[in-house]
């Protein structure tokens, strides 16, 4: 009967702050976990002590401060884990990606209101009474519509390059702007009031989530 060789001992290694989704792959094999208090844990098999120290090294080429190096039993890592590292919190959603994506439903949904009021009987003239009660020119009107009209546009590009700190500020601040336009300028008709619901739920769901969103970029 020929004996089966050992299992690869297990390790639970800590560092400080959360790893970005780029340098994820520098960890292949390891499961990799961004935990609520700011740290990373990567945590499976190493194959020996080489393998350990190279994994060191590269926590050591990112720059993040190690915490801990602890072995842990085999026995606490299902199969599963081991061979599917993607069922794992590290795959979770890029928060850039979904900051952008939603700030899409809602330039779609302002645009989508725009289009259908249009279809209403007296709306031009609804827009000229505005002009007249707010004492600003029908073209500057317009044009403050459309550079509202452009914040959404430009935060779905922005969301995606703007570094960590800059990007939560500005996609809070650019959130509730939007929100106070669009209820500021509601108008009475059921479907601007539905989609400009769909809208604030969009852009709450941008500022919460900017709000508790913790830096990757550590």
């Not at 700011?38 to 499976?44: A, E, H, I, K, Y």
């Not at 602890?70 to 890592?77: G, K, M, N, T």
């Not at 199969?79 to 979770?92: C, H, L, R, V």
């Not at 209820?183 to 508790?212: M, R, V």
């Amino acid at each position: 009967m020929i004996d089966k060789p050992p299992p690869d001992p297990f390790y639970e290694i800590r560092i400080k702050g959360h790893l970005d989704a780029q340098w994820m792959t520098w960890f292949d094999g390891l499961t990799v976990t961004l935990e609520e208090k700011g740290d990373t844990l990567l945590s499976g098999p190493v194959a020996d002590q080489a393998a350990l120290h190279g994994i060191l090294r590269r926590v050591r080429d990112l720059g993040m401060p190690l915490v801990s190096v602890v072995p842990v039993q085999s026995s606490r890592f299902t199969k599963g884990e081991k061979m599917n590292p993607s069922t794992t919190p590290a795959k979770k959603i890029d928060m850039k990606a979904l900051l952008s994506t939603l700030w899409i439903v809602v330039m779609i949904n302002m645009a989508y209101a725009d289009i259908l009021s249009l279809h209403i009987p007296g709306a031009f003239d609804e827009v000229a009474k505005t002009s007249v009660s707010a004492g600003i020119p029908i073209p500057q009107l317009m044009l403050g519509g459309a550079i509202m009209m452009e914040i959404p546009v430009a935060m779905i590009i922005l969301s995606r390059v703007l570094k960590y700190g800059v990007n939560r500020w500005v996609n809070i601040i650019a959130g509730i702007f939007t929100i106070a336009y669009i209820w500021g300028g509601a108008a009475s008709y059921p479907h601007y009031i539905f989609i400009a619901t769909i809208e604030t739920f969009c852009l709450l769901l941008i500022i919460w989530n900017t709000w508790k969103w913790r830096n990757v970029e550590a």
